[in-house]
């Protein structure tokens, strides 16, 4: 049980245009979902919490305009990068937990975004 | 702020040799530790967290706070456990996020 999917595994795209990244919950309910970005070789960075039907708390530095998230149901959050450079290509990797505190993450794959 | 460190970017230890990844971390309050384990072409998932005292895969680890490590142990070190180690802190009322460490790839050579 607790798998979470992300979808597309990977996308590369011109610079300029948007790219959605889907997260869902396959089989509970996701009160909480974490995004995170990880560059090669390097540690996850934590982007922005989101909860079911509220705005996303973003983490220090990152750029709300540009990763927006939308947490719109139990089982689905979704990160889109909008006008997208050559500076965002990095692995963005999803996870989420029932929103109890002390619960376990559960991680997606991650998703390859590739900005040409 | 809360700072996890992972010192060793690749750890290579041969099949049977003892396995010490270490973790040191930085929080002023209460905090809780995880180890979280990447196999190649496969998804983070947790190994362990330090509340719950356990051994997962021949794999342990003890909260020292005087030390403010959370260093993972194995005696006997299997081909199989070749993979990416994260070394995770949350903090009690954090809202559930983590702060990972940089990992240490480990590899056992036969």
């Known amino acids: 049980g607790a798998v979470v999917s992300q979808h597309p595994s990977w996308v590369i795209c011109k610079s300029g245009t948007s790219v959605k990244i889907e997260c869902r919950s396959l089989?509970?309910?996701?009160?909480?979902m974490f995004w995170y970005r990880q560059f090669p070789k390097q540690s996850l960075m934590l982007m922005a919490t989101?909860?079911?039907?509220?705005?996303?708390?973003?983490e220090q530095g990152v750029e709300k305009d540009k990763f927006l998230i939308n947490h719109a149901s139990l089982t689905l959050s979704t990160l889109t990068v909008t006008s997208a450079h050559p500076e965002d290509s990095s692995f963005y990797i999803c996870?989420?937990?029932?929103?109890?505190?002390?619960?376990?993450?559960?991680f997606g794959p991650g998703t390859r975004l590739t900005v040409l | 702020a809360q700072r996890v460190t992972q010192p060793e970017k690749l750890l290579s230890v041969f099949k049977g040799a003892p396995v010490e990844l270490k973790c040191n971390y930085s929080y002023s309050g209460s905090p809780e530790l995880f180890w979280y384990v990447q196999y190649s072409r496969q998804r983070l998932q947790l190994l362990l967290r330090?509340?719950?005292?356990?051994s997962i895969k021949g794999f342990t680890a003890d909260l020292n706070k005087g030390e403010t490590s959370f260093h993972l142990k194995k005696p006997f070190a299997q081909e199989e456990d070749s993979a990416m180690y994260y070394c995770a802190l949350r903090r009690w009322g954090g809202g559930n996020k983590l702060t990972f460490g940089t990992g240490t790839q480990l590899k056992v050579e036969l």
């Open positions: 330090h509340i719950s005292r356990e």
């Open positions: 996870s989420a937990d029932m929103g109890r505190e002390s619960d376990t993450q559960y």
């Open positions: 089989d509970f309910q996701a009160t909480t």
């Open positions: 989101s909860n079911e039907g509220s705005k996303a708390t973003y």
